[in-house]
């Protein structure tokens, strides 16, 4: 373990030659996790990376996470990539531009948050992509916040029993032109759909289900 990096800070290696480059060069390589059989045994200079399975063609990058057995869809010497079992790569949040999309064989589930009825809700766009379904109890202020651009989000409210609730909207460009007025009737839901541009939040509405 830790075979010929001599001088690296902060490793954690488990399995034979885990981090041990073959030919004795291997150094210098600092705060590198490796787990399985000559696991991040190429790995000569890179730092934060992570290894787990044997193997895996990393030399001098940092910053990447290898997760199966002698992974190759990798740049030897890239950074911020991610790769799973060589069907899934490319770079992480903070890399360099993909030269591929990221490819994912099934559906992805988000959890959707469901904030609590309140005259004033807060939607966290660092927190969710859905926030479903938000019951109106009273009059409502919205606030979004942690907006990242590139990011959508989808808001549905419902309105309680009684009805006739009303929901005030921070900026937004709607596409109708102007903000538009939550469905009144008892058990309505009505859908809210924004994307940030990075400059403005452009906004659709779908009412009345």
């Given at each position: 373990?830790?075979?010929?990096?001599?001088?690296?800070?902060?490793?954690?290696?488990?399995?034979?030659?885990?981090?041990?480059?073959?030919?004795?060069?291997?150094?210098?390589?600092?705060?590198?996790?490796?787990?399985?059989?000559?696991?991040?045994?190429?790995?000569?200079?890179?730092?934060?990376?992570?290894?787990?399975?044997?193997?895996?063609?990393?030399?001098?990058?940092?910053?990447?996470?290898?997760?199966?057995?002698?992974?190759?869809?990798?740049?030897?010497?890239?950074?911020?990539?991610?790769?799973?079992?060589?069907?899934?790569?490319?770079?992480?949040?903070?890399g360099s531009a993909p030269t591929s999309?990221?490819?994912?064989?099934?559906?992805?589930?988000?959890?959707?948050?469901?904030?609590?009825?309140?005259?004033?809700?807060?939607?966290?766009?660092?927190?969710?992509?859905?926030?479903?379904?938000?019951?109106?109890?009273?009059?409502?202020?919205?606030?979004?916040?942690?907006?990242?651009?590139?990011?959508?989000?989808?808001?549905?409210?419902?309105?309680?029993?009684?009805?006739?609730?009303?929901?005030?909207?921070?900026?937004?460009?709607?596409?109708?032109?102007?903000?538009?007025?939550?469905?009144?009737?008892?058990?309505?839901?009505?859908?809210?759909?924004?994307?940030?541009?990075?400059?403005?939040?452009?906004?659709?509405?779908?009412?009345?289900?």
């Amino acid at each position: 373990m830790l075979a010929a990096n001599t001088t690296g800070n902060g490793n954690t290696a488990v399995g034979d030659f885990a981090l041990g480059h073959f030919n004795d060069t291997g150094s210098g390589t600092d705060y590198n996790t490796a787990v399985g059989v000559s696991a991040g045994n190429a790995l000569t200079t890179g730092t934060n990376d992570i290894f787990l399975g044997n193997g895996g063609n990393i030399t001098t990058g940092s910053n990447n996470i290898l997760i199966g057995n002698s992974l190759t869809n990798t740049t030897a010497t890239g950074s911020f990539q991610f790769d799973i079992g060589d069907t899934i790569y490319g770079p992480l949040v903070g890399g360099s531009a993909p030269t591929s999309p990221i490819t994912v064989a099934y559906g992805l589930v988000q959890t959707p948050q469901t904030p609590a009825p309140s005259t004033a809700v807060t939607f966290n766009w660092a927190q969710a992509n859905n926030f479903i379904p938000t019951v109106l109890t009273a009059n409502t202020t919205v606030t979004f916040t942690n907006k990242t651009a590139g990011q959508h989000i989808t808001v549905i409210f419902l309105q309680a029993a009684g009805g006739g609730k009303t929901v005030t909207w921070p900026t937004v460009r709607w596409l109708s032109g102007s903000a538009p007025t939550m469905t009144a009737t008892d058990n309505a839901k009505d859908r809210y759909d924004f994307y940030y541009d990075g400059v403005d939040v452009l906004g659709v509405a779908l009412q009345g289900f």
